[in-house]
């Protein structure tokens, strides 16, 4: 069965940096795009970027673009997001999620299976 | 940018029915498929619908979704409410001019 453990939470100082990593099993990780997707402390869901299958096309949200960068290891299986310039207003739980579409080129956009999590908090 | 905007909360009673609406904010809404997850507290979202009326397998039927273009919303509609039912549940799309994923604000539901 498809799992997508996340990993590397914490608490970090305003403008701070933090990589989260995104451990994935029960399927063939290569031929799907992936998202992190984050929710503030009850706020909702909010997208944060997407990452082809191969690794080629990447997508931002405007909140994060520029501070935040995708990347994945294919043969690690693992994806990750890595985080400059920390704001208070990123603090939230960060979902990896695994997109339906299977060698999608720009995604589906329909995020079929998620982790459960991991939390970041900035403060100082 | 693309918005979907839904209802705070919603509430019904055990065995009714009840509509969650989800409405674009601008050009159409069919013309991307939307999808409706299910969060409960504590808990990642899972999906109910996708593809804007398709259930994954395990998610009952009592569980429909539906697009109407002539008021640019997407509707998912909840039969023989359960308890069990009670949860957050987000409305989601993909917003074309950024290439992005865009979520409404959540329709807290109450079965009561």
């Known amino acids: 069965q498809v799992q997508l453990v996340e990993s590397g939470g914490g608490v970090v100082q305003p403008g701070g940096s933090l990589r989260l990593s995104c451990a994935a099993s029960?399927?063939?990780?290569?031929?799907?795009?992936m998202h992190w997707v984050r929710q503030a402390p009850g706020k909702g869901l909010e997208w944060v970027a997407f990452?082809?299958?191969?690794?080629?096309?990447?997508y931002y949200a405007d909140s994060v673009k520029g501070r935040f960068t995708i990347s994945r290891d294919n043969s690690k299986n693992t994806l990750y997001l890595q985080m400059n310039s920390l704001r208070a207003e990123d603090t939230a739980v960060y979902y990896c999620?695994?997109?339906?579409?299977?060698?999608?080129?720009?995604?589906?956009?329909?995020?079929?299976?998620w982790g459960q999590g991991t939390l970041v908090t900035v403060s100082s | 940018n693309f918005m979907l905007t839904q209802p705070h909360s919603v509430s019904e009673s055990p065995g009714k029915t009840v509509t969650i609406s989800c409405t674009g904010s601008?050009?159409?809404?069919?013309?991307?498929?939307v999808q409706w997850y299910q969060q409960r507290p504590g808990s990642a979202p899972t999906t109910v619908i996708y593809e804007d009326n398709q259930r994954p397998s395990g998610v009952p039927d009592r569980f429909s979704g539906s697009i109407d273009s002539s008021s640019n919303s997407a509707s998912l509609t909840i039969s023989g409410l359960k308890t069990e039912d009670e949860a957050d549940y987000y409305c989601?799309?993909?917003?074309?001019?950024?290439?992005?994923?865009?979520f409404g604000g959540g329709t807290k539901l109450t079965v009561l």
């Open positions: 601008s050009g159409s809404i069919a013309s991307n498929y």
């Open positions: 989601q799309s993909y917003d074309s001019s950024n290439h992005g994923g865009v």
């Open positions: 029960g399927f063939t990780f290569s031929s799907y795009g």
């Open positions: 990452i082809r299958y191969d690794g080629s096309n990447k």
């Open positions: 999620a695994k997109d339906y579409l299977f060698y999608g080129d720009y995604g589906s956009f329909y995020f079929d299976y």
